[in-house]
């Protein structure tokens, strides 16, 4: 069984400052990791991913993350903001051989102009 | 580009009455989905199907029924609505489980009154 731990439940940032989403998870097999955002009344859409490899993941609009074994982590970084970053985010994890990913409780995202 | 359509968007209904929320994906993908998303919960998850005919429960299976009979179908089935039930609910599906991208629908907000 897995379970992930989102450390805020909302973040506010002035824009073009840098923010930092955390995330921790807990599972007892190899772990695959996610980001999903959800904008207003829309559904969630894939950000980042880590599956093996390189530590460090990086989406197209400028968001990375970072896979931390020893510290059981996966937060989320941007080195600034802007107004659309507006949005909640998510942290998932699923485990090897596992059909279903298990979602944080959501990290809300408020940009401010 | 459909992607995954969920029917209805918003329903209201009376405690005990029984309704089907709608998934439809076109992009032949194996796996699907429900969720249930209520504040400060994140997302959690329902039933699952890992192909037709093959469906499992999830993490909060009680209430709900589904029904897998072809690829493209993943109704929810509520058999006698309760206000524990008020959530917005998602479908989703991916082409290989967990490990790749989940495509979410836009979502049904369900109030049960």
């Known amino acids: 069984a897995q379970s992930v731990t989102q450390l805020d439940s909302q973040v506010p940032v002035f824009e073009e400052a840098p923010v930092e989403l955390r995330c921790n998870y807990s599972s007892s097999v190899s772990v695959y990791l996610f980001w999903y955002v959800q904008y207003p009344n829309q559904g969630l859409q894939l950000l980042l991913k880590?599956?093996?490899?390189?530590?460090l993941v990086e989406s197209i609009n400028g968001f990375e993350a970072e896979f931390n074994k020893s510290q059981t982590s996966f937060h989320l970084r941007k080195p600034s903001v802007h107004i659309s970053d507006t949005a909640e985010y998510f942290c998932a994890v699923s485990g090897a051989g596992s059909y279903q990913l298990t979602f944080g409780k959501g990290t809300k995202l408020s940009v401010i102009p | 580009n459909a992607g995954v359509t969920q029917t209805p968007k918003f329903q209201v209904l009376k405690t005990g009455q029984s309704m089907t929320l709608q998934c439809a994906q076109d992009?032949?993908?194996?796996?699907m989905s429900w969720y249930r998303q209520d504040p400060g919960m994140g997302l959690r998850l329902i039933h699952y199907?890992?192909?037709?005919?093959?469906?499992d429960q999830g993490e909060v299976p009680n209430g709900y029924n589904v029904s897998r009979s072809t690829t493209e179908d993943f109704p929810l089935r509520l058999l006698s609505a309760a206000p524990s039930q008020t959530s917005v609910y998602f479908c989703?599906?991916?082409?290989?489980?967990?490990?790749?991208?989940?495509?979410f629908g836009q979502g049904t907000r369900l109030t049960v009154v």
């Open positions: 992009m032949n993908h194996e796996y």
């Open positions: 989703a599906s991916s082409y290989g489980g967990a490990i790749t991208e989940a495509f």
């Open positions: 880590y599956l093996s490899g390189s530590t």
């Open positions: 199907s890992v192909g037709a005919g093959i469906t």
